[in-house]
């Protein structure tokens, strides 16, 4: 995780953008939940560079490696996003 990355989502429910920063001494959390989501396609935009580090990787527990990601009545999704520091 970078800090204070923001991430907004598009799908068949709300899913606004929210903050993640995994950052200790940070208020912003380092994981986002979203109950009761409408089943369907959802796209979930990452920043590809932030302070310095880089998205590496998106794995998420259905099997899915690339986004969009695609949710199924009573499924629960978790995906992470690997990033690198490059300096």
């Known amino acids: 995780m970078v800090p204070g990355a923001t991430f907004s989502a598009a799908g ?3 899913v606004g953008p929210f903050t ?4 200790p ?6 994981s ?13 935009a990452a920043p590809v560079a932030v302070a310095g580090h880089f998205l590496k990787s998106v794995t998420c527990t259905n099997g899915a ?17 690997d990033y690198e520091w490059v300096g």
């Not at 993640?20 to 950052?23: A, G, V």
């Not at 986002?32 to 979930?44: H, M, S």
């Not at 969009?68 to 629960?76: C, E, F, L, N, Y």
């Open 32 to 44: 986002q939940a979203t109950p009761n989501l409408v089943p369907g396609t959802y796209t979930i």
């Open 20 to 23: 993640l920063d995994d950052s």
């Open 12 to 14: 068949p429910s709300a």
């Open 65 to 81: 490696t690339s986004l969009p990601v695609k949710v199924k009545a009573g499924q629960s999704v978790t995906c992470t996003y």
């Open 25 to 30: 001494s940070s208020p912003a959390p380092d």
